[in-house]
């Protein structure tokens, strides 16, 4: 009898220690997603670890309601803990994706493990009370807490997340956790009034856990981080394209299909050229055709004009415009551009659409990906452009994405070339984008293209209408001989392979 | 899922007996057409044209067109026989008048350069070849190759060079399109009665790689591999094209997700309430008027049409059923097996289809990838259509060989060809179809084009009736057809 209650001490001591650890590290993956996903780690960590001290303290105060046989409580919470603790990740980085209120799901992951874990020390001091003397029941319940505590915060950073990683951390604990659980429910069969039932449950919720450690890579295509080099914060594959979304420290990246599309501390170089110089020269502003671009950031531009009545956003990848509509994150990059009610979302293929569509617009912003290959190169041709002319006016003003005139600078002169034969005047201009380098734009109308400024905003990060700047070129961004692009001979896209063939 | 398709050759071969119904009832035109392929519709045109408008065609099958078919499926429109038309040379002023009439040329620019809608045309890439276990960007053979292969190439690509310019002391081209137009002159009625690859042999071509090139070439227009073909007709296929109606597109093709069968719908026209389908004509009387017989298959009754003239534009193996008279031993049918094929969008990969993949020494003659002119962002599954010509000196086994083949041996022979490129090609396949054409093309094998068969053949019978055919210019292209027609329309009003 006194060797048995001597080894239940220490085995519920023991399950202490755990507790601890696992508490702990929960509380840290909790901490480090947020920081990841959302960004600002000292205020993500600083709320985290309140919120969960505080649930601690909620748990306490709980655990004075509970009843019945303790010992089988101590258990299911013991399984309740390892299993919210352990798929917290995974429902994290899987909510992150399709969730618009990602931030309110952590925090109660966090209050509810942070609950749980407060309910165990005094369920476990009210078990072993009878047992253990009160002096040295509160010095070892604490010492054993405390000492797990440092433990996790030691292991986490330096072991944990460079071998396992944060998804297939929290899972690991909750497997111990729910370990301890199965070996009470065996050891203590005699202590408990449902033993049965209480094993069902842990092996149970031990298989769902070993499921999940197992497919964990599959499930949030883990490995893709090694490809960036930066953590991958989303990544979804389209019928188009792959869609990867990183982030590092405060910046973003887009990816599509490995291409880089934007990095969100540069972007507003690469999206007030695009946008301002047309909206500034057009005479009318009313209705505005943006042609890809299903990232919302020139729409976020063009909606910083009140007059423009509405803008028709046609972007071939439904996935993609999804995600930059309803993503927390991503709306704030945005401004929420893409739910604003001026803003109409096609999902349809620009060519097709340009082709049957029979309505005209002011300003038609064309923000393609580059012309890397034979479909792509279709969207930069003659014939494109000949369709397009249908959809304009005498005084509407066109501007395209045109690469870089640096590193290709005989694609960069081809599609300005192209536009020209179809639009009377263009001109080519450029600025720095850090993450891209040299970038290019060329803009048509059919009129002179910078004689005039309609109106400016005040508020720009980058442009200041200073259109003749960012219009001259250095002889090394300027050729000579270039052909026209056209359908049968998809010469931009041979241009574009050459050249930036040298670069990568 | 597998399916089988053909021309209706069951209805076709009931002309060996002739056992139909005595007729019920009698329709009276001026002129009337047996016929509904390209040569068919190209003298109703004629007709039409210069208000001659008492006509009807009579067509075995259920649409006109003839080798100019095609299908469909969900995904795409696809040919069932011919599916291009390279631009025409600029002394063929009558298909330039046709192709502006069908609004895909469009007028000339401001240097009298010919503005084409280049939506009817291909894209790059347009052709590409798997050779040497990769995909090269042109069809004739490249990586790798010998410097003497090369120095032969160059020498073949040279000769054919001038031969394409060479004219004779009438100023007729050596080499015309339509055939017609060529010149007489001895040295190629020589060339004319003899095998290519004799006359390739004679000049020292021995490369395996421009054999091949050649031998590849032959079978796309021919049917038939250099070891069949006369050698007029081999250079005739490099030589006949002058390219110089446009210095900007100079060799490109005209082509259209169905193929050729778009071209028969700028006819239609010209047939509207005009055309008779599902009707096999087999016996035509001549006396004061003409009297034909023809079994209506819809109704399953006799009909006799009697026509001022009628104009024959079947081949002449029909011709040889219909009138007991005229004998078509001389004329070689080549059969075809088109096979299209729908796969899984992820079919091959990065990988971007050219709209003609050859693999270099197959069977057969590679596939065109039927979504080729598509402007949007491909997505969805890719259809593709497969080519393969039976090329024998016995084109009636071959035939008969081919009629008795089931879908899995099919299956079976397709596959094993597209594997030599794409060896997982099963995996991402969702259907196929196999269109089996009996009698595809006259093979212009020695003596076929300039011979005495094929002047006989053509020789109208007591001003009344009148042949116009493909074959009997001895190449099966749409050029040749369209020119039969309107010539022989041209001679009989």
């Known amino acids: 009898m006194d060797k048995k209650r001597i080894s239940l001490e220490l085995l519920l001591l023991f399950s202490v220690f755990v507790i601890a650890t696992c508490g702990l590290i929960y509380e840290l993956v909790a901490g480090a997603l947020a920081s990841y996903l959302l960004g600002d780690s000292v205020k993500q960590f600083s709320f985290i670890i309140g919120v969960y001290l505080f649930s601690m303290g909620v748990g306490s105060y709980l655990a004075k309601f509970v009843k019945g046989n303790l010992i089988d409580k101590f258990i299911e919470i013991e399984i309740l803990v390892g299993i919210i603790g352990g798929i917290s990740s995974?429902?994290?980085?899987?909510?992150?994706?399709?969730l618009a209120h990602f931030e309110s799901v952590l925090y109660l992951f966090v209050f509810f493990t942070g609950c749980l874990v407060g309910v165990e020390i005094p369920l476990l001091m009210n078990i072993l009370k009878d047992r253990v003397k009160f002096k040295d029941l509160v010095s070892n319940v604490?010492?054993?807490?405390y000492i797990g505590a440092l433990l996790a915060s030691i292991l986490f950073p330096l072991v944990l997340?460079?071998?396992?990683?944060?998804?297939?951390?929290?899972?690991?604990?909750?497997?111990?956790?729910?370990?301890?659980?199965?070996?009470?429910?065996f050891y203590l069969k005699k202590e408990l009034s449902k033993p049965i039932s209480l094993r069902i449950k842990s092996i149970a919720a031990f298989a769902l856990l070993v499921g999940l450690f197992i497919f964990s890579d599959a499930i949030l295509s883990y490995s893709e981080e090694k490809l960036y080099g930066e953590n991958v914060v989303y990544t979804k594959s389209s019928p188009y394209q792959r869609i990867v979304l990183t982030r590092n420290n405060h910046e973003f990246r887009l990816y599509l299909n490995n291409n880089l599309q934007f990095s969100s501390t540069d972007e507003y170089r690469y999206h007030e050229a695009l946008v301002h110089p047309a909206m500034s020269m057009a005479k009318n502003i009313d209705n505005i055709l943006v042609l890809g671009g299903g990232d919302g950031f020139a729409v976020r531009e063009i909606l910083k004009y009140k007059e423009v009545k509405k803008i028709s956003l046609v972007d071939l990848d439904g996935e993609m415009t999804h995600f930059f509509k309803t993503n927390e994150t991503m709306r704030r990059l945005n401004q929420s551009s893409l739910s604003n009610p001026k803003v109409e979302v096609i999902n349809k293929d620009a060519y097709i659409w340009v082709k049957d569509s029979k309505k005209k617009f002011d300003v038609v912003i064309i923000d393609f990906p580059d012309p890397s290959n034979y479909s792509l190169g279709k969207l930069y041709s003659l014939q494109f452009y000949k369709e397009l002319e249908r959809l304009t006016k005498p005084e509407t003003k066109i501007v395209v994405q045109t690469t870089s005139p640096y590193f290709a600078p005989k694609s960069f002169w081809c599609i300005e070339k192209t536009m020209n034969q179809i639009f009377p005047f263009t001109a080519a201009y450029h600025t720095y984008v850090p993450s891209f380098g040299e970038w290019g734009f060329s803009m048509a109308s059919y009129e002179p293209v910078h004689n005039r400024i309609y109106r400016k905003l005040p508020n720009l990060k980058y442009y200041d209408y200073n259109f003749s700047q960012l219009s001259y070129f250095n002889k090394d961004m300027k050729v000579k001989e270039v052909e026209v692009n056209r359908l049968d001979n998809q010469i931009l896209v041979r241009y574009f392979d050459e050249e930036w063939g040298k670069v990568q | 899922?597998?399916?089988?398709?053909?021309?209706?050759?069951?209805?076709?071969?009931?002309?060996?007996?002739?056992?139909?119904?005595?007729?019920?009832?009698?329709?009276?035109?001026?002129?009337?057409?047996?016929?509904?392929?390209?040569?068919?519709?190209?003298?109703?045109?004629?007709?039409?044209?210069?208000?001659?408008?008492?006509?009807?065609?009579?067509?075995?099958?259920?649409?006109?067109?003839?080798?100019?078919?095609?299908?469909?499926?969900?995904?795409?429109?696809?040919?069932?026989?011919?599916h291009y038309l390279p631009l025409p040379n600029k002394e063929n002023i009558e298909i330039i008048d046709f192709l502006e009439e069908c609004k895909i040329y469009l007028g000339t620019d401001e240097h009298g350069e010919p503005v084409l809608d280049e939506y009817q045309m291909t894209f790059p890439q347009q052709e590409r070849l798997f050779f040497k276990n990769s995909w090269q960007n042109d069809i004739v053979p490249q990586k790798g190759i010998s410097v003497d292969t090369q120095k032969e190439l160059d020498r073949f690509f040279k000769m054919m060079d001038s031969f394409r310019l060479k004219k004779d002391a009438l100023g007729k081209y050596w080499f015309a399109i339509p055939v017609h137009d060529s010149s007489r002159e001895d040295e190629l009625l020589r060339l004319e009665k003899m095998l290519f690859k004799d006359w390739l042999k004679e000049h020292h071509f021995q490369s395996e790689e421009l054999l091949w090139l050649l031998d590849y070439s032959c079978k796309d227009d021919y049917g038939l591999g250099i070891e069949f073909v006369s050698a007029w007709a081999g250079i005739h296929y490099f030589a006949g094209r002058?390219?110089?109606?446009?210095?900007?597109?100079?060799?490109?093709?005209?082509?259209?997700?169905?193929?050729?069968?778009?071209?028969?719908?700028?006819?239609?026209?010209y047939t509207k309430g005009k055309l008779l389908p599902k009707n096999l004509v087999f016996d035509i009387k001549i006396g004061e008027t003409?009297?034909?017989?023809?079994?209506?298959?819809?109704?399953?009754?006799?009909?006799?049409?009697?026509?001022?003239?009628?104009?024959?534009?079947?081949?002449?193996?029909?011709?040889?059923?219909?009138?007991?008279?005229?004998?078509?031993?001389?004329?070689?049918?080549?059969?075809?097996?088109?096979?299209?094929?729908?796969?899984?969008?992820?079919?091959?990969?990065?990988?971007?289809?050219?709209w003609d993949n050859v693999i270099y020494g197959?069977?057969?003659?590679?596939?065109?990838?039927?979504?080729?002119?598509?402007?949007?962002?491909?997505?969805?599954?890719?259809?593709?259509?497969?080519?393969?010509?039976?090329?024998?000196?016995?084109?009636?086994?071959?035939?008969?060989?081919?009629?008795?083949?089931?879908?899995?041996?099919?299956?079976?022979?397709?596959?094993?060809?597209?594997?030599?490129?794409?060896?997982?090609?099963?995996?991402?396949?969702?259907?196929?179809?196999?269109?089996?054409?009996?009698?595809?093309?006259?093979?212009?094998?020695?003596?076929?084009?300039?011979?005495?068969?094929?002047?006989?053949?053509?020789?109208?019978?007591?001003?009344?009736?009148?042949?116009?055919?493909?074959?009997?210019?001895?190449?099966?292209?749409?050029?040749?057809?369209?020119?039969?027609?309107?010539?022989?329309?041209?001679?009989?009003?």
Request: glycine share 6%; net charge neutral; aromatic share 12%.
């Open chain 2, 362 to 493: 197959s069977d057969g003659l590679g596939y065109i990838y039927d979504q080729h002119q598509n402007v949007n962002q491909i997505m969805g599954e890719k259809v593709i259509t497969y080519y393969k010509s039976f090329s024998t000196n016995d084109c009636r086994k071959a035939r008969k060989k081919l009629y008795r083949m089931k879908e899995d041996e099919l299956k079976a022979s397709v596959l094993e060809d597209l594997k030599k490129a794409h060896p997982l090609i099963e995996d991402f396949i969702l259907e196929m179809q196999f269109h089996k054409i009996g009698h595809a093309m006259i093979a212009p094998v020695p003596d076929q084009i300039f011979g005495e068969a094929a002047q006989t053949a053509k020789e109208p019978i007591d001003g009344k009736v009148f042949f116009a055919h493909s074959d009997l210019s001895g190449i099966s292209i749409f050029e040749e057809a369209f020119y039969q027609g309107r010539r022989t329309a041209e001679q009989m009003i």
């Open chain 2, 242 to 269: 002058k390219n110089n109606w446009s210095k900007r597109y100079k060799d490109q093709v005209f082509t259209w997700p169905e193929g050729n069968a778009r071209l028969v719908q700028h006819f239609s026209k």
């Open chain 2, 290 to 354: 003409v009297e034909v017989l023809s079994f209506d298959n819809v109704e399953k009754k006799t009909k006799k049409i009697i026509a001022e003239k009628v104009l024959c534009t079947v081949p002449q193996f029909v011709n040889e059923r219909i009138f007991n008279h005229k004998k078509a031993s001389s004329f070689n049918y080549v059969p075809w097996l088109l096979t299209t094929i729908i796969l899984r969008n992820e079919f091959g990969g990065d990988e971007e289809l050219a």
């Open chain 2, 1 to 82: 899922m597998l399916r089988i398709t053909g021309t209706n050759h069951i209805l076709g071969h009931k002309l060996w007996a002739k056992d139909f119904p005595q007729f019920s009832e009698v329709i009276h035109t001026k002129y009337l057409i047996v016929g509904g392929g390209i040569s068919g519709l190209s003298a109703c045109r004629f007709f039409s044209q210069n208000n001659e408008n008492d006509y009807l065609v009579l067509e075995m099958e259920n649409h006109a067109g003839g080798n100019s078919s095609n299908g469909q499926n969900r995904f795409s429109k696809f040919p069932l026989g011919a």
């Open chain 1, 161 to 185: 997340i460079p071998k396992l990683g944060i998804v297939k951390t929290p899972l690991f604990f909750g497997l111990i956790n729910i370990s301890i659980a199965i070996f009470l429910c």
């Open chain 1, 90 to 98: 995974v429902v994290l980085f899987v909510l992150f994706n399709t």
């Open chain 1, 142 to 145: 604490f010492a054993f807490d």
